[in-house]
């Protein structure tokens, strides 16, 4: 049988299924101003980051800015399982803070519960640049490498 599943964070009267309310527009001026309504109502940016995402520059770079703009926490996932920020990272997010990790629901999961906390005590003191998780969090998780 299906279970039902809580979202995993959530914000004050954010809506966790933003992104699968309704179909987006095909105009990009339309398209745009959509994304800015569900980023409005986001928690954090989750980016996948594979082999083309830094050359994907018309709505991925744009999720990208408009996530550092409103100082949403930024996690990149990485598809090829790098625990770091790798070449495969896009410039829009290469020196801004995010934290980066493999392509792994329980680090996944982790790092949407705990990154947002991180992220807000990393702006308060005017920190930049990538993070990353230590090699204990990984063994906590039985992610040993």
């Known amino acids: 049988t299906a279970q039902r599943r809580r979202p995993l964070v959530r914000r004050q009267g954010a809506d966790p299924f933003a992104h699968r309310t309704q179909p987006l ?5 339309l398209r745009r101003r959509q994304l800015r309504d ?15 995402t830094k050359f994907l520059t018309k709505f991925v770079k744009w999720e990208m800015e408009v996530a550092l703009r409103l100082r949403l926490p930024i996690i990149g996932v990485n598809l090829n399982d ?7 990272c896009p410039p829009a997010i290469r020196d801004e803070l995010a934290i980066y990790v493999p392509f792994k629901q329980k680090i996944i999961a982790f790092a949407m519960n705990n990154w947002p906390n991180s992220h807000a005590a990393h702006l308060k003191a005017g920190d930049k640049g990538p993070y990353y998780y230590q090699e204990s969090t990984y063994e906590k998780l039985g992610l040993n490498s």
């Not at 527009?25 to 001026?29: G, L, R």
């Not at 790098?82 to 495969?88: A, I, P, Q, V």
């Open 25 to 29: 527009d095909d105009d990009p001026a």
């Open 38 to 52: 569900r980023f409005a109502n986001s928690k954090l940016l989750i980016v996948l980051i594979g082999e083309k």
């Open 82 to 88: 790098s625990r770091t920020k790798d070449e495969r």
